[in-house]
């Protein structure tokens, strides 16, 4: 494969049972989907791209999605078995690198050479970002989510790192699902409590322990519980949905 194009970036898919796919993205704007099951040859081709592809990468919620970005100005939205893009962005300037959230499998972020960093999220709009920023005189290339806090970090070409907040729309997007996810469990909790049958015990006063006080807990450990979050079973399943849901609306059968 390598004598017909020259890789430039790959990622390998981390969802159970699709561990040994991974995307090779080469400097001819082609991408190739690839096993590590089958040695000397692809499984299939996307053309989407016109010039070196940068970075791919597979959703961390859906195990059939990756994105893809180029110094041909675009981002590109794809599935492993549909051979043109879902989803494209134009940028107006070559894509450095691009980086799903680990808060959300619908947001994800993007840098340019020209000192651009976007945010899109493709639940509230598939045609433009929903937060941007612009550092002119930063050529970044390179952009990554912490998974316990609310930041993310960026490399320029002059080789400088910087730590940066996530906006407030991009925040409001991530404690919105957390809102619902709280509302739905107590949704839950409640429709069982009054599925039981409603009995009255009197206790004696003495056997009534009394309330006990609870501290308050610090910025640490709600950090702790955020980084818990991302493993639980039902979030991955939550975050799954959303994906499952935006590619029906987009008519794509396979989900």
Aim: glycine share 6%.
């Amino acid at each position: 494969m390598f004598g017909n194009a020259g890789g430039m970036c790959f990622d390998f898919n981390k969802h159970k049972g699709f561990e040994h796919l991974f995307v090779l993205g080469t400097e001819e704007g082609l991408i190739y989907l690839c096993s590590a099951k089958h040695r000397g040859h692809y499984i299939q081709i996307f053309e989407g791209h016109s010039m070196g592809v940068y970075t791919v990468s597979w959703n961390p919620y859906h195990e059939k999605i990756f994105l893809s970005c180029s110094a041909d100005w675009t981002i590109k939205i794809w599935h492993y078995r549909t051979a043109q893009p879902l989803i494209i962005f134009d940028m107006q300037n070559p894509v450095g690198d691009v980086s799903w959230s680990p808060w959300c499998s619908t947001i994800f972020g993007a840098v340019t050479v020209q000192g651009d960093i976007k945010f899109f999220d493709l639940n509230q709009n598939r045609k433009s970002a929903i937060y941007e920023k612009k550092f002119p005189d930063h050529i970044i290339n390179h952009i990554a989510f912490n998974y316990s806090e609310y930041v993310f970090i960026t490399g320029d070409e002059k080789g400088r790192v910087r730590l940066w907040k996530m906006s407030e729309n991009v925040r409001n997007t991530v404690d919105k699902k957390d809102e619902e996810a709280a509302k739905e469990a107590e949704k839950k909790q409640n429709a069982q409590k009054s599925a039981l049958p409603e009995t009255k015990v009197n206790l004696p006063r003495n056997l009534i322990a009394a309330p006990s006080k609870t501290k308050k807990k610090t910025d640490g450990m709600k950090m702790d519980n955020k980084s818990l979050m991302l493993k639980s079973d039902n979030f991955k399943k939550m975050e799954k949905d959303r994906v499952i849901d935006l590619l029906r609306l987009l008519d794509v059968t396979d989900v």
